[in-house]
């Protein structure tokens, strides 16, 4: 890797003004590109301390051995400058975005002497319109077959067409009635491009302009009585409306709107995009991207604009509004090239209130469903298992792969319900049937370290004790009967590899619990979240993986799981204590009756405000079971504990959030 000092430019050398600046390997490509208002305080920010800088710009000025820039007159300019350079380039460490699939368009081949209608997917061309993207593909397929009937152009391929040309007779869509027949001259090339001007048109519509025009059409047919023509013009007026039946109606009808949504993770993100013309959804789009630049939200919906827009050759579909869920960086100079690309304005802002962020909740909620799908796909590839153990193996020095990996996690809110959580990944993939749950009491739960010491040492315990119980059996000290009788030893298969959820403290708990128990040779790690450190024991220096390294993809998905797992049970623990810390204590009042009162009125608020008379109507209670709990719970709600409890109550789902979010 090259010293940043060996290419620095000097300050003194660097403008001041607005530029396009360009790092470069030592062979000579292109490997980012960025933008600045003032060249000389961005390119500094990049040598001044190299330590300090994040893990990924830190490996991208590391990898570079030289930086040029270009001054332009405005950032505006810098703006253009900076996406035709990362078009031209596709540097290694900017976020490019590509399509999670390939999108079906329906495509009008404008540019042909006789424009031909088809779906096309893949690298757009000049000269040809496109609509969409559709999904699914039906949907399009079904469009194009009915609107081939109001507007019969040509959708056959250039062989096709040129061999009809040299039979004289069409084929089978100039036949039944879905082409015009160019080929043989059924219709002129003036009146065939007049066709397809009307079926851009009236995509690019809500198509009411057509259908009043065939309806006016078929009521002067029936004033002639000319009744075949009026029922092929009624069928031509339902083919259209059922074009736009497909498509829900979402927002008024004038809205024009790209509606965008991001989910991301610390490696990746999925963006969705929402395509409404005329208050309909007509398209929708999806990208899944590495996050190779340590981009802030700001700056990845301005990349995102840039890429998006910029790739259009048909400025038309730019729509009047672009809704995202954060304004870009530069906002006013993302929004002016919009609106130089339309050639009208853009209207570039946040949704806050209404039918436009009730539908980007929607958009949203795509956009999380597209991340977690691209990652149940990816961690589903045998190939991209088995790589990702082998870089586990290389990278962490062990001596066997790492087949089944079992990784800790404790949750808690403020010391309170500590609980922690075992999941078990064998062969990449996890292994619920042997995931644990942990209650953590005592001494054990004053701080983090100390309760995963208690966990390891438990987990451990049993480990030992299950092998000690296989050694008896495999020594004929039990009997077979004896050993039919027997639960599973499930802890007697011990991990290739144990895997805390933290820094170094949390791995020297670890190991400090391991060597009391007399294991020596059990490879611990721990994954700091912060910045997806690999931290080993007796090491000051963490293990950094490649950012795209499927080891470390394993290694965060085996965290992740852990995490929910942990949170989901202090969830049931907290709940349980918050319901049960009133209702205990009563005698007479058993776990049936219990349920049956908690049914019955809903809440302990409830049950506190509920009159002698409301709780005798409770199933199965007397008068003396009603007057007794009448009796305990407001007993309960005059003494100092009791505001307390109320307060847990309510506070309970703002502190589950707030727990999630810490840990």
Not at 55 to 78: F, P
Not at 183 to 196: N, P, Y
Not at 637 to 660: F, Y
Request: glycine share 6%; aromatic share 8%; hydrophobic share 40%.
């Amino acid at each position: 890797m090259a010293d940043p000092a060996s290419y620095r430019p000097k300050t003194g050398e660097i403008p001041t003004t607005p530029g396009v600046y360009r790092f470069r390997d030592p062979n000579g490509r292109v490997i980012y590109v960025g933008k600045a208002k003032n060249l000389r305080s961005r390119l500094n920010s990049y040598f001044a301390n190299p330590v300090q800088l994040t893990t990924k710009t830190y490996t991208m000025v590391h990898t570079a051995s030289s930086v040029e820039w270009t001054v332009v007159g405005s950032e505006l300019e810098a703006l253009q400058l900076e996406y035709t350079w990362i078009k031209e380039y596709a540097p290694r460490f900017n976020i490019v975005f590509r399509d999670d699939k390939t999108y079906p368009y329906l495509a009008i081949t404008m540019s042909d002497k006789y424009p031909r209608a088809l779906v096309m997917r893949g690298d757009k061309q000049k000269g040809t319109k496109y609509f969409g993207p559709f999904y699914p593909a039906k949907a399009i397929r079904e469009t194009l077959d009915t609107v081939l009937r109001v507007f019969p152009i040509r959708s056959c391929t250039t062989g096709i067409f040129k061999r009809a040309e040299r039979a004289g007779r069409p084929c089978l869509m100039g036949y039944i009635g879905k082409c015009s027949a160019p080929c043989v001259g059924r219709i002129s090339e003036e009146d065939h491009r007049k066709l397809a001007d009307d079926l851009v048109q009236f995509m690019a519509s809500d198509g009411s302009k057509f259908i009043r025009e065939l309806e006016s059409q078929m009521a002067a047919a029936v004033k002639i009585l000319d009744y075949e023509s009026a029922a092929r013009l009624r069928d031509e007026i339902a083919a259209l409306r059922r074009v736009f039946e497909r498509n829900a109606v979402v927002l008024d009808d004038n809205t024009d709107a790209d509606i965008f949504a991001v989910a991301e993770d610390e490696l990746e993100a999925a963006v969705q995009v929402f395509h409404v013309r005329h208050g309909r959804i007509r398209g929708q789009r999806g990208w899944v991207v590495e996050k190779v630049e340590d981009a802030s939200p700001e700056e990845f919906i301005e990349h995102l604009l840039q890429q998006v827009y910029g790739e259009m050759y048909d400025a038309d579909r730019i729509p009047r509004e672009v809704l995202v869920p954060t304004l870009p960086a530069n906002e006013l100079d993302v929004a002016q090239w919009l609106r130089d690309l339309r050639g009208a304005a853009v209207s570039l802002r946040v949704p806050q209130r209404g039918e436009k962020a009730a539908l980007m909740e929607t958009v949203q909620e795509n956009a999380v469903q597209a991340l977690s799908l691209h990652k149940s796909r990816r961690s589903g590839d045998i190939t991209v298992r088995s790589q990702g153990i082998q870089e586990l193996q290389e990278n962490l020095g062990l001596a066997e792969p790492p087949l089944r990996i079992e990784c800790f996690d404790i949750s808690h809110v403020s010391g309170t319900n500590v609980v922690a959580s075992m999941v078990v990944v064998e062969d990449g993939l996890p292994k619920k049937s042997e995931y644990r749950k942990f209650k953590i009491t005592g001494d054990a739960a004053r701080d983090d370290t100390a309760s995963m010491y208690d966990v390891i040492s438990r987990r451990f315990q049993h480990y030992l004790e299950d092998l000690s119980g296989s050694d008896d059996l495999e020594s004929g000290q039990i009997n077979a009967a004896e050993a039919k009788q027997a639960p599973p030893k499930k802890f007697a298969y011990p991990p290739s590899l144990v895997v805390v959820d933290g820094g170094p403290p949390q791995v020297s708990a670890a190991v400090a619990a391991l060597t009391d128990l007399g294991i020596m040779d059990m490879p611990v790690i721990g994954l700091a979240k912060r910045l997806e450190e690999v931290w080993t024991p007796d090491d000051p220096f963490p293990v950094i993986f490649p950012r795209a390294s499927a080891g470390l993809y394993l290694l965060q998905r085996i965290r992740d799981e852990a995490h929910r797992f942990a949170i989901s049970f202090h969830r049931q623990r907290r709940a349980k204590s918050m319901i049960s810390s009133v209702l205990d204590d009563i005698p007479g009042l058993g776990p049936s009756k219990r349920q049956a009162l908690m049914k019955h009125l809903g809440s302990v608020k409830k049950i506190r405000a509920a009159s002698l008379e409301e709780l005798k109507q409770v199933p199965g209670f007397g008068d003396k079971l009603a007057a007794t709990v009448h009796e305990r719970v407001h007993e309960a709600a005059h003494s100092v504990e009791a505001p307390v409890a109320e307060e847990l109550v309510l506070e309970a789902p703002v502190a589950a959030e707030s727990a999630e979010q810490q840990e």
